[in-house]
């Protein structure tokens, strides 16, 4: 009998990553949550994937996602920091704001009887960095749901992803040099020289977890890590030259360019200690799983971004 997979947030690049590599898998009954199932992204998806189940759930509303999980086998977990209504709860004070979504997510697996949750986590960066950096908080928030899911294990099972570096991220961050408005600058304040491990959200997370389903006894409660290898960040403006011809660098910013001490910190964290705290080991261990991470270069290509304002 093919196992049912509840996705948290379907809509989203990780959910819809999930929804789509379990969907080419065959062997699953896929029902993907979210809040509105009548929106465009919803009926687009569900055009595209015939067969899906659509329910409708509120990550602050608990009982809709114990509704939702019923019947479910796995749950794949996944909350978004930046999302306006956490991000306007934390503004407000409430640090918790994406923890107790998180947390609801494990507790209503739990009351609706799923055996497993896969949880999508981050490293803490309190702790990579011994406390002196407390305000990223979208690494920690995660990490203490991974915790509790795992202090859970007597009640459901814990599989762990840690996503790396979204590649998205550079796009999101970049600007046409002032100096000669032609150059991409990516904004994002990085050392050109950091090493970061890179993925292609929409394309590297499905995968995995489709990996770790098929093998649930090598991953059970031990984070995977999603990423290929260690890029640098001049690597991945070189990548965007090579595929666009266009001249691209690293802005070389200050931390506090960024009106965002979540992303400023954050930054300093990854240049100080690394994205996965200069973990390796991944990269070896990864070359198991049936998937062939996608690279800066196959990265520009299939987004087929070619700069700020153009195009």
């Not at 009548?38 to 659509?54: F, M």
Request: aromatic share 10%.
């Amino acid at each position: 009998m093919s196992k049912v997979v509840a996705i948290v947030g379907a809509t989203g690049k990780q959910g819809t990553s999930v929804l789509k590599s379990l969907y080419a898998a065959g062997n699953y009954k896929l029902r993907a949550l979210t809040r509105n199932p009548n929106g465009d992204t919803a009926r687009s998806l569900a055009a595209q994937y015939p067969g899906v189940e659509w329910v409708a759930a509120d990550l602050n509303d608990p009982p809709s996602l114990a509704k939702a999980f019923r019947g479910a086998d796995v749950v794949f977990g996944v909350t978004n920091f930046f999302e306006p209504d956490i991000r306007d709860k934390v503004a407000a004070g409430d640090r918790d704001a994406e923890y107790r979504q998180g947390k609801a997510i494990v507790d209503a697996a739990i009351q609706a009887g799923v055996p497993a949750v896969v949880w999508s986590s981050l490293d803490s960066a309190s702790e990579l960095t011994g406390g002196r950096l407390t305000n990223v908080l979208h690494f920690d928030s995660k990490n203490r749901v991974e915790k509790y899911l795992l202090s859970r294990a007597d009640q459901v099972e814990g599989f762990i992803v840690r996503v790396g570096f979204y590649m998205d991220n550079f796009a999101n961050f970049s600007r046409l040099s002032p100096e000669d408005g032609t150059t991409v600058e990516f904004t994002l304040p990085i050392n050109p020289e950091t090493e970061l491990p890179l993925v292609d959200t929409a394309e590297d997370v499905g995968p995995v977890v489709r990996h770790i389903l098929a093998h649930p006894d090598e991953y059970r409660g031990v984070p995977t890590m999603v990423s290929g290898r260690y890029y640098t960040a001049q690597e991945l403006a070189d990548a965007f030259t090579e595929v666009t011809g266009r001249p691209a660098r690293m802005a070389g910013l200050p931390y506090d360019s960024l009106d965002m001490p979540e992303f400023a910190e954050m930054c300093d964290m990854i240049d100080t200690v690394g994205c996965f705290g200069g973990r390796t080991d991944f990269i070896e261990a990864n070359k198991r799983i049936d998937h062939k991470f996608t690279t800066p270069v196959e990265y520009w290509r299939r987004t087929n971004w070619n700069g700020p304002n153009e195009g």
